[in-house]
Each structure stands twice: as structure tokens, then as C-alpha cells.
């Protein structure tokens, strides 16, 4: 394999990281998500052959004779693929969220594993001679890569039991887990950390100080619990884009150690996107990033909060009344949220947008940017139905328009709307919300009244040009498709 040299790796490197820019640039919008998915996968590709390419060539160089090495290379690389199509090809849509966690972890857990092989035989990485010790600005990377990983990894599990919502283990489920002393214990750790991965930066010895470095690996890995456990439900969607960040930096990290460019280059695109998306998602939640690590709020709804809503009267209607309704409406806007999601009634609501056209109406939907359990994921759900991307209008487009529209469908939707937000007082305040409320008349469908993530009671079901519809979205929407002439 000497006929690729380093200049054609370096080469191969660029156009793959080229492709992964691209790749960021369309999936910003859903009309070119697909062509962003495409150049995504072909930078891979072409970085995942060059670095095989580059592997056969440096154990040509070294004559390590028997190959072993890298046929468990290719066993990972098959294994692990094989492993991820059947997985992407039996996830629900509804399951996105703890899949991008799970690969997140995955990818903080390589970095750590990374790290201790390259501590322990830096000559197989080029970073030192055989037998030689590391250098100090080796070590420092390997410090952080080692840091930043082992905090993804472990974050990013109790993010993944969190989203499932499924596992009885206390740290899995949703509400936060606060104790006193917290941000104490948090701060020490953290102390410890950088005090344990100095003593193993400035240490010049030629055997590596192991005792050090694993004791930082380990609270490291304890402090990434620490963090992600405080943080409610409502929060997750930034939980999941921060790691989503964290798990690019340690690539990166990585990547400087290794001196491998398409390490630097890819970890840096997903670290800085994932912090801008961050931003973005706390911005929409009107939310400081230091208070959702530092405390979080979901989950948390008071005792009297079932009682005070048994005791408000709410108007509630079939699904016969509500196509009536929307049939003889000029208007309709759809704000679609994770109660679609989960009774998977996407393409029962194209089939009904399909028919209220034919009459006449014009439908649109709204978007709002943490809608559903991950950024995004609202959009998705409507691609997979084929719903023309010009009937899909973002938050900020479309609020200026709730005043004028006849009728505005919720579909399990709840924090999103709710007017609470414009209460100073209210724990949500101040965050932007979809303003259904100012519509001539709102149809709400939802299984309960059972709150959202928040924990908080919605004023929007209460009011007087509310009705509100129960039931599983699905079932309730292909009955109005039935129910319109």
C-alpha cells in the first residue's frame, strides 16, 4: 500500500472534511436535509477508506508481519456498521432522541479508549520514540480528550434513561435528582480532575503515571453523571445538543494527540455546531446554558397541581365536531408536538391537511424549535409524510399570524403553548411560545390533561374558544378524515 502517500492523505482529508460542511450546510434547512445527508455520508466514506489506506501503509512501514491488528480493525468496522444500520432501520421516530444520545455516548467512550492506548504505546500513534516518554503537550491533550470524554459518555447514558423514560433506576427517569451539596461536590470534583491530570501533564517520567490518569478517567466519568442528573425533562433538548458539542471536542482533542487532521476538523465542525445549536435551543427556551447545567427545572409539578385542574371546567368536543369546525374554517394553522410523535399520526394529519385543502382551507403548520424531545424533530416527523416544506413555517414567521386564523390544531403539543409563559411569575416565563392563543378558536387534542415537561398547569385549555379533544392523536385524526365531506 506505498502508493498512497501523505500528501494524497492530506488531500483525501480535505475533500472529507469539505463534504462535512456541506453537509452541515443543508441539513440547516429541510428541503436540502437529504443532500446534507449525502454528503455526510461520502466525507465518511471517503475518510474511513483513506485512514484504512493509511493503516495498511504504516504497518507495511513497521513489519509487524502478521495482520492481526488490522483484521480487528475491519471486524470493528463491520461489526459496528452492521450494528448501526439495523438500529437507524428499526428506530421509531419517536426514539431519535435516545439514539443520538447513545451515539453520543459511544463516541466519548472511543475518545477515553483512544486516550489509554495511546498513553500506553505512544510509538504505535508517532506522538514518541519506542521507549521514549511523552510530551508534555501530548499529555496535556490526552488530559482533556480523556476529560471531556469519559464526562460525554457518562452524561449521555443518563441522558439516554432520561429520554426513554422507561427504566425504574432512579437516575433514569425523568424528574430531576438534587441533593444537598451538590454544586459542592460538583466543584471538588472538578478540582480534583485538574489537579490529577496536571500531576500527570508535568510528569516527565518514561513510564506514563498511570495511578493519576485513571483516578481522573474515573471521577471524571462520576462527574458526568453529576451533571446531567439535576436536569429536568424540559431541558433535555439543550442536554442533548451539549453533548452533541462535548462529543466533538473530545474527538478533537483527540485528533490534535494523534495529529490527525479529519479528527481536528470533524470533532471542531460537530463541537462548535452543537454549542451554536445550544445557544440556540436555550434562546428559544429563554434559558441561560449555566442554569440548565446548574439546575435544570421539569418534573416538579406540586402536589395540588392534579387537583386544581380537575376543578377547572374544560369544553370538550368529538372528532366529528372538530372537522366540522376546521371544514368550514378559511384558516388553519397545526401546531404539531410529541403526543404526535409518539402515536405516530403524521401521515393521518397530511391526509387531512390534504382534504381541508380540496375545500378551500389554507393550512399551514408551526414550528417551534424545541418542539418534541430533540431540536428538529417536529421537521422530521413532517418530511416522513411528504408534507410540502412551504406549508412549514417556523416560530418566528408565523406568531404575527395566530390573530388572523380561524382555527388552530394542537396535537399534543404543551409547553410550546402555553400562555403561562407570558406570566412574570411563572417558571417558564418569558420563554417564546407559539401564541395559539390569540386564534378565533382552538381544538387541542391530547391522550389527558396531564401537564408537559415543565410540570405546569396550561392556561390555553381552559379558555373559552378551547375544545379539547382526547384521545390517541392517531385514532382522533383519521376519525376527522373520515368526518370530512
Partial sequence: MNFISMNVVTLLYLVASVCFIQALKGLSSPATARIGNTFGMAGMAIA?????????????QLATGSGMGFALVLLGVVVGGAIGAVAAKRVEMTKMPELVAAMHSLIGLAAVCIAIAAVSEPWAFNIAERGGALPFGNRL??????????????????AFGKLSGKYQFRLFQGAPVRFAGQHILNLVLAIAIIGLGLLFCFDDNVAPAWTPFIVMAALSFVLGVLIIIPIGGADMPVVVSMLNSYSGWAAAGIGFSLNNSMLIIAGSLVGSSGAILSYIMCKAMNRSFFNVILGGFGGEASVDDGAAKEQRPVKSGSADDAAFILQNAESVIIVPGYGLAVARAQHSVKELVDKLVEHGVQVRYAIHPVAGRMPGHMNVLLAEAEVPYDQVVEMEDINGEFGQTDVVLVLGANDVVNP?????????????????????????????????????????????NTMMVFGDAKKVIEAMVKAVD
Fill in 48 to 60: 474511513v477508506v483513506t485512514t484504512i489506506a493509511l493503516m495498511l501503509k504504516l504497518q507495511a
Fill in 141 to 158: 491533550e490526552l488530559f482533556i480528550g480523556t476529560f471531556v470524554g469519559a464526562v460525554t459518555f457518562s452524561g449521555s447514558v443518563i
Fill in 420 to 464: 403561562a409563559a407570558k406570566d412574570p411569575k411563572s417558571p417558564i416565563a418569558g420563554m417564546p411560545i407559539l401564541e395559539a392563543y390569540k386564534a378565533k378558536s382552538i381544538i387541542v387534542n391530547k391522550r389527558s390533561m396531564a401537564s408537559g415537561y415543565a410540570g405546569l398547569d396550561n392556561d390555553l385549555f381552559y379558555q373559552p
